[in-house]
């Protein structure tokens, strides 16, 4: 479990460059899967049949995780060396002065330009569109012989573990949830046929999870997702207030997968969303519920596809995501694939029957 979770998280993905991801999943899934593709706008998709006897019966099951990562593009640069940029995906302005980054195919280090604090008297946010990233060059030409307009910038940084629960890296969402669906893959078989789908573009809208639902045409899907933490004190809040609602606690790391109820792009499937937590329940998985609306998944787009598709999302809590650095629990990961494997082997038809 989790032996690709590393190097998944260290690679540079920024949507619509996943290419660096696709090649550690296809050797990661190779051997365990079926009908491997690389569809037109750059998903994989693959199959992994079931073992029940009368294929004809078997529930279709799309698991979906998607490749790509928040990051920055190359707009172009001045007469004095700094490189304009621009948001790909969404990330907050307030992190991003003084940012580690690293820029192309080649992974060229850069900061993103900060007023010390000795002369920055204005505290105001200041928008991405005003700030400039130094990669060290002092004139245009120096910077047109190592940088493209277009070139995708991500963050810099290194996966670690800490301690035996937290695990600290880049772009957890949605790697911890690819990470997921390849240990899935690498398990079973399962009484369904599993569809599975590693996903583009997914942070600039949802994108390649619609052609991937529309070429799977499953009956019922999962997405596999990453998504925010609320156990962290409110920065906003009263310092001296003991008030336990200064806490959202909605997701916690360490108290298990969320499972969604709704969110920007979705209202969860009802019949799947009984489903998994009856069997988290039954198997003794801890869990908790998504019910903050802000963000969306692939779930947003998949369930929408063909003639719709009940829909549900799994989802591990993690704290700063769609920064350089996210936490995750070990134990939220683990539980997320004993609660995604138990959907598995206990999925038919009847629990999807219509309404």
């Not at 301690?163 to 990470?179: E, H, M, Q, T, Y």
């Not at 499953?218 to 933490?229: H, K, N, R, S």
Request: aromatic letters at 6%; charged letters at 25%; proline letters at 6%.
């Amino acid at each position: 479990m989790m032996e690709y979770l590393r190097e998944l998280s260290e690679a540079i993905g920024v949507s619509g460059r996943e290419e660096n991801v696709r090649k550690i999943i296809l050797r990661a899934i190779e051997g365990y899967v079926e009908d491997i593709r690389v569809d037109a706008v750059g998903n994989i998709t693959a199959v992994k049949p079931g073992d029940g006897k009368d294929a004809k019966k078997r529930p279709r099951v799309m698991l979906d995780a998607h490749m790509d990562e928040v990051g920055f593009m190359v707009t172009g640069w001045g007469d004095d060396g700094l490189i304009r940029f621009t948001p790909v995906g969404s990330i907050d302005d307030r992190i991003v002065p003084g940012l580690r980054v690293r820029i192309g195919d080649d992974g060229v280090p850069g900061v993103v330009i900060w007023t010390p604090i000795h002369k920055n008297k204005d505290q105001a946010v200041v928008k991405i569109a005003n700030l400039r990233i130094d990669i060290g060059a002092g004139t245009k030409d120096e910077v047109a012989g190592k940088i493209k307009r277009g070139d995708r910038i991500a963050f810099s940084a290194e996966y670690l573990e800490i301690g035996s629960s937290i695990i600290r890296g880049k772009s957890l969402d949605d790697r911890a949830g690819c990470s997921v669906l390849i240990d899935v893959l690498r398990g079973g078989p399962y009484p369904c046929d599993v569809l599975a789908a590693f996903t583009v573009q997914e942070e600039i809208g949802l994108r390649g999870a619609m052609v991937a639902a529309r070429i799977l045409k499953p009956d019922v899907a999962i997405a596999l997702e990453c998504t925010t933490a609320n156990d962290i004190p409110d920065p906003l809040a009263d310092p001296d207030s003991d008030d336990p609602r200064d806490y959202n606690p909605t997701t916690r790391l360490g108290s298990g997968p969320a499972i969604t109820f709704m969110d920007k792009s979705m209202v969860a499937d009802p019949r799947m969303l009984r489903y998994l937590q009856q069997l988290a329940e039954v198997y003794g998985i801890p869990y908790t519920f998504k019910t903050w609306l802000g963000g969306g998944t692939d779930a947003g787009a998949i369930h929408r596809s063909n003639l719709g598709v009940p829909t549900s999302v799994i989802s591990i809590p993690g704290r700063y995501i769609h920064s350089p650095l996210a936490y995750i629990h070990r134990d939220d990961y683990a539980n997320a694939v004993r609660l995604t494997q138990a959907a598995l082997e206990n999925l038919n038809r009847d629990i999807v029957k219509p309404l």
